[in-house]
């Protein structure tokens, strides 16, 4: 992979990235169409990164359909796809690992310990391998986002992170290789977080901006879904996560719900 990456960047071609974990769907082909517009080359990695998974998450039972995402990709024309083995990303006696810290304790990482240490190693190490000069991301994770632009300025890297809209289905909820774990009752109680989110748009346009009565907003809608429950519903600055008092225009509203055993996300920036 490092040849073919280098093999086309000495050639003064321009190499996008979109990383993976599989069970690719829309949100994730969207990624790549803007990668092929924007770059001369591009590479797809899918990697299900065991370290960004707790103890007793899905890391087994995480959707893994490699060769329908190959022929998807290869249909889009992707140049390169990178689907390494675990053993290869990490040798057994690896001691390395990228930390953000702050970051690394807000929003999912509060509830998943860990999640985003191993979201910045894998990532550190894609980016170190393919050494792209676009990364192409989905707002949904807009944790991850704030976390990788981060990491990638302080450690001086030369790679511009490209943050891409959030794909929905017609009736609003953001796609998601969870979305598989989902039965038809699930996927209708699923709803509730886009809603939640809307509820709270409507109200900062109808001229509330105090935070905690926002969050009290979002959460009672959740509340109200009996096949649900909060995780989180938060309303912070986009680029350090930090909690605050005022909504204005940019604030990010982040929500992560369980409905049934599934965990889902979703956000809006307003």
């Known amino acids: 992979m490092k ?14 990235l979109v990383p993976t974990m599989g069970a690719l769907h829309e949100g ?5 169409r803007v990668a092929k517009r924007e770059c001369d080359v591009v590479a797809v990695s899918i990697f299900v990164n065991p370290l960004q998974f707790g103890p007793t998450e899905d890391f087994e039972k995480y959707p893994r359909t490699f060769l329908r995402d190959a022929t998807m990709l290869e249909e889009l024309g992707v140049d390169l796809l990178f689907a390494p083995l675990v053993k290869e990303m990490y040798s057994p006696n690896a001691k390395t690992f990228v930390d953000v810290d702050d970051l690394s304790s807000k929003l999912d990482g509060g509830s998943r310990p860990g999640h985003f240490r191993g979201v910045a190693t894998v990532v550190c190490k894609l980016f170190e391998i393919v050494r792209p000069d676009r990364a192409y991301f989905g707002q949904k994770d807009a944790a991850q986002v ?37 039965n038809v009752e699930q996927r209708r109680q699923a709803l509730v977080l886009s809603r939640s989110l809307q509820q709270v748009k409507a109200a900062v346009e109808a001229g509330e901006t105090d935070a905690t009565k926002l969050i009290e907003i979002g959460s009672q809608v959740i509340y109200s879904e009996a096949g649900a429950r909060v995780d989180y519903f938060a309303i912070v600055n ?32 307003l």
């Open 3 to 16: 040849t073919a990456c280098r093999g086309a960047t000495r050639s003064g071609k321009t190499l996008g």
């Open 28 to 32: 994730h082909l969207s990624l790549v």
């Open 146 to 182: 704030a976390l990788l632009r981060k990491m990638a300025r302080d450690l001086d890297m030369d790679v511009q992170i490209v943050v891409c809209p959030i794909v929905r289905e017609a009736d609003g909820l953001a796609l998601s290789s969870r979305n598989a774990y989902l």
């Open 238 to 269: 986009p680029d350090t996560l930090e909690p605050v008092a005022q909504a204005v225009s940019g604030t990010l509203v982040a929500v992560a719900a369980w409905v049934g055993a599934t965990r889902l996300i979703d956000n809006v920036l």
